[in-house]
């Protein structure tokens, strides 16, 4: 009988630093970065904005080393927006200079993905570390 395992990604940084006090419930948008991110060569300006634990972190290009990009655990994305440079009405905001990341219905993003996140992280503090590849 085979087992399954689900494949991980470990987190590298820059990686965001903050809360770990876990998300009470599901939220209705997630921080989604789209194939504009560069990473900002290694210095990622929305990582600094991320209020939350390990919730944004870089994963390397392997095929065009040193160059990467940030991901983001949508199991710890409490969806608060931060990271983007849109507020209100399109206004300019601190955030990625690039609009690498897009706020999306946390719905929508698990039907096309065919994954149900958690409504709170199913793994402890100690373990955000790394991350089903299911999640990014």
């Keep these: 009988m085979a087992t399954s395992v689900t494949p991980i990604?470990?987190?590298?940084?820059?990686?965001s630093r903050g809360r770990t006090d876990s998300r009470k419930r599901k939220p209705k948008q997630l921080?989604?970065?789209?194939?504009?991110?560069t990473g900002c060569a290694g210095s990622p300006v929305c990582v600094g904005y991320c209020p939350v634990e390990q919730c944004m972190f870089w994963v390397p290009d392997d095929e065009h080393p040193p160059f990467g990009r940030i991901e983001v655990d949508k199991s710890t994305c409490i969806g608060c927006a931060k990271c983007t440079a849109k507020g209100p009405d399109?206004?300019?905001l601190d955030g990625c200079p690039w609009d690498a990341i897009e706020m999306?219905?946390?719905e929508?993003?698990?039907?096309?993905?065919?994954?149900?996140?958690?409504?709170?992280?199913?793994?402890?503090v100690s373990e955000w570390g790394w991350v089903p590849s299911a999640y990014v």
């Design 108 to 124: 929508e993003w698990e039907k096309g993905h065919a994954v149900e996140l958690p409504a709170v992280p199913d793994r402890p």
């Design 31 to 37: 921080a989604i970065i789209n194939e504009l991110c």
């Design 104 to 106: 999306v219905n946390v």
């Design 9 to 15: 990604v470990e987190k590298l940084e820059p990686m």
């Design 90 to 92: 399109g206004m300019f």
